[in-house]
């Protein structure tokens, strides 16, 4: 199949809003607002966490506002995405996985005010207490990965763009 870049990378966007928006739906219907689930003791459990600020619960309460931001984030990024890679694979995939992001907390954002994160991983101190990495989704975990690959892709071409400016010397 040969999809053009922009299919390709809207392709991926809708599947991740799709699985995104699908498992906070499964965390909302099958716990409470404070229950959680054990998954592995003393690793990973999933609770139920409204979050209306951004990552690490930064600017809390100020939904409307994060809302706004991601707005712009993706018409920014729609427009400039040509700079991102989207020749490659790799560019598709990463800008897809960004937009998908972005779009699946907006809609928690203007549907139910917060976000819903629900994977929580943790460990347990000698002394019992819980050390814990905050809670997030799939929307976050497909923003963090786009963003790295993005990263990963850029190092590369600087490196492709030294070689090939070494070897004409």
Not at 23 to 46: C, D, H, M, S
Not at 138 to 166: P, T
Request: charged share 20%; hydrophobic share 50%.
């Amino acid at each position: 199949m040969n999809e053009s870049p922009n299919r390709r990378i809207l392709s991926i966007a809708l599947a991740v809003v799709l699985l995104d928006q699908a498992t906070k739906l499964l965390v909302l219907r099958w716990l409470g607002p404070t229950q959680e689930r054990v998954v592995i003791e003393g690793f990973f459990r999933l609770v139920r966490w409204g979050n209306t600020g951004a990552a690490w619960s930064l600017f809390r309460g100020q939904n409307y506002r994060l809302a706004v931001v991601s707005i712009i984030a993706l018409v920014g990024l729609f427009l400039l995405r040509r700079h991102f890679y989207i020749q490659r694979l790799s560019g598709q995939i990463s800008l897809g996985l960004i937009f998908g992001g972005i779009a699946g907390n907006l809609i928690d954002r203007m549907g139910n005010g917060e976000v819903i994160d629900f994977l929580r991983f943790y460990l347990i101190r000698r002394s019992g207490e819980e050390l814990g990495f905050p809670a997030f989704n799939m929307a976050d975990s497909a923003i963090c990965i786009g963003v790295g690959l993005l990263i990963l892709l850029s190092w590369k071409q600087e490196h492709e763009n030294a070689d090939s400016g070494a070897a004409t010397l």
